[in-house]
């Protein structure tokens, strides 16, 4: 059985960690002594348990599925840690930590790693060591079925979208229409470091990019989304960026049915709390200018 401490605790049950205290000292399962919070016998029949820290003394930890309605445990889900989660996929918590990082689902921080508003949407918890202060987050076991997570271990990447010169949002109502974007624009320019792009414009994008030594990929899913929805470009965390970055080419603009889905599609991209670039044709003629005055805001600077 696992056991969390009391502001570990209140942090799970979404309290203020005083009024957690208060609570269980109203209940009579602690009180206070010498500055300090301890264990009482009432408290000890509840399953409550004490733990001693070289630096910071005694403190009080319950098992991590106590309920406060009478102290009996509940069940609830489970909650992994990276380690757990890392062996289920035979690798290390840190490249797993990496991952969820490129997912969006976490972002690095002072203190280790802190959870996005798109983690919260899959269940995600953070927390902080009781010792350390360090920040770390636990996932519900269903994470191990997460499709976005699971796509990351196929060694087989799935069939790319259609045209990103219309920035489609596909789904399975819209196979015809796809088919006749492949069609009309295939990827057939190709850029210095080898992909294979759908416009010009696109061309210059992922060649700047290459030039000015900047990490980056073409056509990236984006993350938990029930559509298949692509990014033009996608530019990893690291290099102190907690972050990925995103970046959409809009070259259609007088379109009504192009405009249509451009805004479905940055209305996705806000859902997710993900951080977007977008550019025009105007952008792209000036590219030195705009796009690295872009990049500078989201922490990537050009040398």
Same mark, same amino acid.
């Given at each position: 059985?696992?056991?969390?401490?009391?502001?570990?605790?209140a942090? &799970? %049950?979404?309290?203020?960690?005083?009024? %957690?205290?208060?609570?269980?000292?109203?209940?009579g399962w602690? &009180?206070?002594?010498?500055?300090?919070?301890?264990?009482?016998?009432l408290?000890?029949q509840?399953?409550?348990?004490?733990?001693?820290n070289?630096k +910071?003394?005694?403190?009080?930890v319950?098992?991590?599925?106590?309920s406060?309605?009478g102290?009996?445990?509940?069940e609830k889900?489970?909650?992994?840690?990276?380690?757990?989660?890392?062996?289920? +996929?035979d690798i290390?918590?840190q490249?797993?930590?990496?991952? %969820?990082?490129?997912?969006?689902?976490?972002?690095?921080?002072?203190?280790?790693?802190?959870?996005?508003?798109?983690?919260?949407t899959l269940?995600?918890?953070?927390?902080?060591? &009781?010792?350390?202060?360090?920040?770390?987050?636990?996932?519900?076991?269903?994470?191990?079925?997460?499709?976005?997570?699971l796509?990351? +271990?196929?060694?087989?990447?799935? &069939?790319?979208?259609? #045209?990103?010169?219309e920035?489609?949002?596909?789904?399975?109502?819209?196979?015809?229409?796809?088919?006749? +974007?492949?069609?009309?624009y295939?990827?057939?320019?190709?850029?210095?470091?080898?992909?294979?792009v759908?416009?010009?414009?696109?061309?210059t994008?992922?060649?700047?990019?290459?030039?000015?030594?900047?990490?980056?990929?073409?056509?990236?899913?984006?993350?938990?989304?029930?559509?298949?929805?692509? #990014?033009?470009?996608?530019?990893?965390?690291?290099?102190?960026?907690?972050?990925?970055?995103?970046?959409?080419?809009?070259g259609?603009?007088?379109?009504?049915?192009?405009?249509?889905?451009?805004?479905?599609?940055?209305?996705?991209?806000?859902?997710l709390?993900?951080?977007l670039?977008?550019l025009?044709?105007a952008?792209?003629?000036?590219?030195?200018?705009?796009?690295q005055?872009?990049?500078?805001?989201?922490?990537?600077?050009?040398?």
């Amino acid at each position: 059985m696992e056991y969390i401490s009391t502001s570990a605790l209140a942090n &799970e %049950l979404d309290i203020k960690s005083t009024d %957690l205290f208060d609570k269980l000292k109203t209940f009579g399962w602690i &009180e206070r002594k010498n500055e300090k919070w301890v264990l009482t016998e009432l408290g000890k029949q509840k399953g409550g348990q004490t733990r001693n820290n070289p630096k +910071f003394g005694e403190f009080v930890v319950w098992p991590e599925n106590i309920s406060l309605d009478g102290g009996q445990q509940k069940e609830k889900p489970k909650l992994l840690n990276a380690t757990t989660i890392g062996k289920h +996929f035979d690798i290390s918590s840190q490249r797993l930590n990496l991952l %969820l990082n490129e997912l969006g689902w976490i972002e690095k921080t002072v203190a280790g790693w802190g959870l996005t508003k798109l983690g919260e949407t899959l269940g995600g918890k953070q927390f902080e060591h &009781e010792t350390s202060g360090g920040s770390y987050v636990l996932w519900p076991d269903n994470v191990l079925q997460n499709k976005d997570l699971l796509e990351q +271990f196929q060694e087989t990447p799935k &069939e790319k979208p259609a #045209s990103k010169e219309e920035n489609t949002i596909i789904s399975k109502s819209d196979t015809e229409t796809v088919d006749d +974007f492949r069609k009309k624009y295939p990827a057939e320019y190709r850029t210095k470091d080898g992909h294979y792009v759908r416009s010009k414009a696109e061309l210059t994008i992922d060649d700047s990019l290459y030039l000015w030594g900047i990490a980056h990929a073409y056509e990236k899913k984006l993350p938990n989304t029930t559509e298949n929805v692509y #990014s033009d470009f996608h530019i990893p965390s690291g290099n102190g960026r907690p972050k990925a970055v995103y970046i959409e080419y809009w070259g259609m603009e007088n379109d009504e049915k192009y405009n249509q889905r451009k805004n479905k599609k940055i209305e996705i991209y806000n859902q997710l709390g993900l951080s977007l670039i977008q550019l025009n044709d105007a952008d792209i003629k000036n590219i030195e200018d705009s796009l690295q005055k872009y990049l500078l805001k989201h922490g990537i600077r050009v040398n």
